[in-house]
């Protein structure tokens, strides 16, 4: 059974960083692109990041282009995001999710539960 | 603002039909990108409900459909029940955006 768990939410002031981790399970981690997406409070969704399976390629949403970097372990079958110069705007749940297969236009077929973050001070 | 619009909310009474629909244009739907449907239960995560815009995952009841034409979408739950109740989201891909877009969501209300 496929296992995403972020962790590493949590209340940053603004202009701070965070670093956000995704520890999967029940499948092959390496075989498997995948993403980064956040829910601001009452708010819809919005995609912010794609790391291939290598973690050789790697697409941002103009939105945290420049702030966010996502990277990869396949030895320790996680997944991160590096946020930095964070906003209050980036206050909301981020969830990682599996791309089905190695293409932007397939789906999501797996999610996280979420961690929060809050910007605030 | 989301490119891909779909209606804030819709209702409707146990056992009736309702339909969801997502918009979008030609760089996005209209250019063939497969449109795909998640269902969020309150206070948690999104579930893929609808993938390659008219295929169920395994454990989907038959009661979700999906459709495209042209530049939308639509998502249609019939036989509507209780435990339906969610936000509903579409899901596409923009080529001039190069990136996944979702619509803004759609709250379906069980009378």
């Known amino acids: 059974q496929v296992h995403l768990v972020e962790s590493g939410g949590g209340l940053v002031k603004p202009g701070g960083s965070l670093r956000l981790s995704c520890a999967a399970s029940?499948?092959?981690?390496?075989?498997?692109?995948l993403t980064w997406i956040r829910q601001a409070p009452g708010k819809g969704l919005e995609w912010l990041s794609y790391i291939s399976s290598t973690g050789e390629t790697k697409y941002y949403a103009d939105s945290v282009k420049g702030r966010f970097t996502v990277s990869r372990d396949n030895a320790k079958n996680s997944l991160y995001v590096q946020m930095n110069s964070l906003r209050a705007e980036d206050t909301a749940v981020y969830y990682c999710?599996?791309?089905?297969?190695?293409?932007?236009?397939?789906?999501?077929?797996?999610w996280g539960q979420g961690t929060l973050v809050t910007v605030s001070s | 603002q989301s490119v891909l619009t779909q209606p804030p909310s819709v209702s409707g009474a146990p056992g009736q039909r309702v339909t969801i629909s997502c918009t979008g244009s030609?760089?996005?739907?209209?250019?063939?990108?497969?449109v795909h449907w998640y269902q969020q239960l309150p206070g948690t995560a999104p579930k893929l409900l609808i993938f390659a815009s008219n295929s169920r995952p395994s454990g989907v009841p038959d009661r979700f459909s999906g459709s495209k034409s042209g530049t939308s979408a639509s998502l249609a739950i019939t036989g509507l029940q209780a435990e339906d109740e969610a936000d509903y989201y579409c899901?596409?891909?923009?080529?001039?955006?190069?990136?996944?877009?979702f619509g803004g969501g759609t709250k379906v209300t069980v009378l």
């Open positions: 030609s760089s996005n739907i209209g250019a063939g990108y497969d």
């Open positions: 029940g499948f092959t981690f390496s075989d498997y692109y």
């Open positions: 999710a599996r791309l089905s297969f190695g293409e932007l236009w397939s789906w999501f077929d797996s």
């Open positions: 899901q596409s891909y923009d080529i001039s955006l190069n990136g996944v877009l």
